[in-house]
């Protein structure tokens, strides 16, 4: 969007011979001012637009050798690229990117920007979905594991959680935990399993055995 700096006592003459003002204006994005007609600054805030020419100019050549850039790079080679070792679980059963990203990264990043940061990875919020503005965002890394296709969800304690999540809740291994699972044991089956075996006991089980057994003996008192 554009901050109107001063109106400019020069005009802009149409073919019509109409005449149009002419201002100076700054970018609200990278500051960059510049002289445009007044009617195209209106327009332009009216529309709501983050970035000016100037803004994206800078966007395609300055930022090739960014993390940004990496991940959109990395995101339409999984889409678009048969030799891609990620295509069977992108290209390779139907995610494609957007055209105008895949054209573009400055289309990418035009969308994307704004939300950006070093800490978040991109994620699609349809996992069957497209690379696209409205099924995609920034989302921290254990929040993107959860949502994999192939991420294993557990039952435990009345709650459906992935397994990342369930082996941090019950204070054991993931081998001695998912060991149990797939003898075919529920999440609370497989803990109650784990926490009468001798053998592999970590530190934070037998806590959460403790504060397991106070919580009971606080229910029944209560009761």
Same mark, same amino acid.
């Given at each position: 969007?554009?901050?109107?700096?001063r109106t400019l006592e020069k005009q802009h003459f149409t073919k019509g011979g109409r005449a149009m003002l002419v201002v100076?204006?700054?970018?609200?994005?990278?500051?960059?001012?510049?002289?445009?007609?007044?009617?195209?600054?209106?327009?332009?805030?009216?529309?709501?637009?983050?970035?000016?020419?100037?803004?994206?100019?800078?966007?395609?050549?300055?930022?090739?050798?960014?993390?940004?850039?990496?991940?959109?790079?990395?995101?339409?080679?999984?889409?678009?690229?048969?030799?891609?070792?990620?295509?069977?679980?992108?290209?390779?059963?139907?995610?494609?990117?957007?055209?105008?990203?895949?054209?573009? !990264?400055?289309? !990418?990043?035009?969308?994307?920007?704004?939300?950006?940061?070093?800490?978040?990875?991109?994620?699609?919020?349809?996992?069957?979905?497209?690379?696209?503005?409205?099924?995609?965002?920034?989302?921290?890394?254990?929040?993107?594991?959860?949502?994999?296709?192939?991420?294993?969800?557990?039952?435990?304690?009345?709650?459906?959680?992935?397994?990342?999540? !369930?082996?941090?809740?019950?204070?054991?291994?993931?081998?001695?935990?998912?060991?149990?699972?797939?003898?075919?044991?529920?999440?609370?089956?497989?803990?109650?399993?784990?926490?009468?075996?001798?053998?592999?006991?970590?530190?934070?089980?037998?806590?959460?055995?403790?504060?397991?057994?106070?919580?009971?003996?606080?229910?029944?008192?209560?009761?």
């Amino acid at each position: 969007m554009y901050e109107i700096v001063r109106t400019l006592e020069k005009q802009h003459f149409t073919k019509g011979g109409r005449a149009m003002l002419v201002v100076m204006v700054r970018c609200l994005q990278c500051g960059e001012t510049k002289e445009v007609l007044e009617q195209n600054a209106m327009r332009s805030n009216r529309l709501k637009r983050a970035h000016c020419a100037a803004c994206i100019k800078h966007c395609y050549h300055h930022m090739t050798d960014t993390r940004p850039y990496r991940i959109w790079k990395g995101a339409r080679e999984r889409c678009e690229n048969p030799k891609s070792s990620d295509w069977q679980h992108y290209g390779g059963r139907g995610i494609r990117m957007c055209p105008a990203w895949s054209k573009s !990264f400055a289309a !990418f990043w035009h969308d994307m920007g704004l939300s950006y940061s070093d800490d978040l990875t991109i994620e699609r919020i349809d996992v069957n979905g497209h690379y696209s503005p409205d099924n995609c965002r920034w989302a921290p890394n254990m929040e993107q594991q959860a949502n994999k296709r192939n991420n294993r969800v557990v039952s435990y304690q009345g709650e459906t959680m992935h397994l990342a999540e !369930f082996v941090r809740r019950a204070g054991f291994s993931k081998t001695m935990l998912t060991k149990r699972l797939n003898r075919g044991m529920t999440g609370d089956a497989a803990v109650e399993s784990a926490l009468r075996s001798a053998y592999d006991k970590s530190r934070n089980a037998r806590r959460w055995r403790m504060s397991t057994t106070w919580s009971h003996v606080a229910r029944a008192i209560n009761s």
